[in-house]
């Protein structure tokens, strides 16, 4: 253990000879273990989001959305006697699929709500009473609309809690709002806790604390506002939720109600079917790619700067020729030789590398602060990084490190 001090000790004192040229020397190393560093946490980062944000969107859950279509394709759709989504298509799923457990459906209403002594804006949902179990939407006070409110065309609704709050002292359970010309009682107050909105590409989640639901069905009798839809069919549905029993049914769930919809829309694409797990193993696809991507920039970026760590030792190694022959005359062996000039190549990629973690875990930092991306430091972040530089190191010095042992001591000498 002391002689691998002495040797550490007597490398980083060599190496303090010549500040400037070891600092240049390093920096090749530094820069690679800086973007390894910042790369692995951005997209460990990335990955950890969006599985939270697909896992929030249901991994048991499918979703069937209505599509645009342009005036072409509607006359299309309209002659082969596709109408676009609909609650037939619900009770057509939920009976071929033996694995879903319940569905919902979904339209989207653009209405005014008031609230005395103003108005305040609101996306307003109609929908069935599964919707609130598939989508995990969690009923603070009172009750969700339920499937005697949709049959009997009950003028209730529910009114998301950041919505609540808004509106001061109202509305609260038993209160009235006037939706779209219509008064309507307040049955509960809805969130989704420790949730945000997501958007996962093609669905995302709505914002249930911003938001009023009401029985699918009620909304023939509002004054809708004119402003832009998604897309719907005749029978007004935006969105269809389908919640399939276990997860290992899910795909095969997917393939059936594609069938079943290619039947009952003959054959036109005025929907899409979106699976979070399919989203989740594209993202994990586009991760390994971005691995390996990152890999090779990271191996050539090591690999510049253990160039040049050998150019430096090379040099290094013909300017010490004398102190090369000194020591060997005086008892030193091989095994020594390639010691210390091995250990000047670690003790410098290791200083290079740890300088470039440091600055590396700094710029993560950063990126999560002003970019606002997520990011996650991880072990294999910090330790992959600083290994790859020591080894680094440990390849590219011992080819001079063994040159330097190999010289004859009397030629080196007389040098």
């Not at 609309?145 to 002292?169: F, N, P, W, Y």
């Not at 996962?200 to 509002?222: C, F, H, Q, S, Y």
């Not at 069938?259 to 009952?264: C, F, G, I, K, Q």
């Not at 600055?359 to 993560?364: E, I, K, Q, R, S």
Request: aromatic share 4%; charged share 20%; net charge positive.
């Amino acid at each position: 253990m002391t002689r691998w001090v002495l040797i550490i000790r007597t490398a980083v004192l060599s190496l303090l000879q010549h500040r400037l040229r070891s600092a240049l020397s390093a920096l090749g190393v530094f820069c690679g273990v800086t973007a390894v560093t910042a790369m692995l946490s951005v997209g460990e980062g990335a990955r950890l989001e969006t599985e939270r944000q697909l896992a929030q969107l249901g991994a048991r859950n499918i979703y069937i959305q209505s599509v645009p279509l342009t005036e072409a394709q509607r006359e299309q759709a309209l002659a082969q006697r596709s109408h676009g989504l609909g609650p037939g298509d619900m009770i057509r799923i939920s009976d071929a699929c033996p694995a879903v457990v319940r569905a919902a459906a979904v339209r989207e209403i653009r209405a005014s709500v008031a609230v005395l002594p103003g108005k305040t804006p609101a996306q307003v949902l109609a929908c069935s009473a599964d919707w609130a179990e598939i989508q995990g939407v969690h009923i603070i006070g009172g009750r969700f609309i339920s499937d005697r409110d949709t049959a009997a065309e009950q003028l209730v609704c529910v009114v998301g809690r950041g919505l609540a709050e808004r509106m001061g002292s109202g509305p609260r359970t038993g209160h009235y709002l006037r939706i779209g010309g219509q008064p309507f009682r307040v049955v509960g107050v809805q969130g989704r806790p420790g949730a945000d909105v997501v958007d996962a590409g093609p669905v995302a989640t709505r914002d249930v604390d911003e938001m009023i639901v009401i029985p699918l069905g009620i909304e023939k009798w509002l004054v809708q506002e004119r402003r832009p839809l998604p897309e719907r069919g005749a029978e007004g549905l935006t969105e269809i939720v389908v919640e399939v029993d276990r997860t290992e049914n899910v795909d095969r769930t997917a393939a059936l109600i594609r069938r079943v919809l290619a039947v009952s829309h003959h054959g036109v694409l005025d929907y899409r079917v979106v699976v979070p797990r399919e989203l989740l193993r594209q993202s994990r696809r586009t991760q390994r790619i971005f691995n390996i991507v990152l890999a090779t920039i990271a191996g050539i970026s090591l690999m510049v700067g253990g160039i040049g760590i050998m150019n430096i030792m090379l040099a290094t190694v013909s300017e010490r020729t004398a102190e090369i022959g000194l020591r060997r005359a005086l008892g030193a062996c091989r095994g020594h030789i390639v010691a210390q000039f091995l250990a000047e190549a670690v003790v410098l990629t290791f200083c290079g590398g740890a300088a470039g973690l440091f600055v590396g875990l700094a710029a993560v930092g950063w990126v999560a602060g002003l970019a606002g991306w997520p990011t996650a430091v991880t072990a294999f972040a910090v330790t992959a990084p600083l290994a790859m530089s020591i080894t680094v190191g440990v390849f590219f010095g011992l080819y001079p490190a063994c040159r330097a042992s190999r010289m004859d001591p009397i030629a080196a000498l007389r040098r």
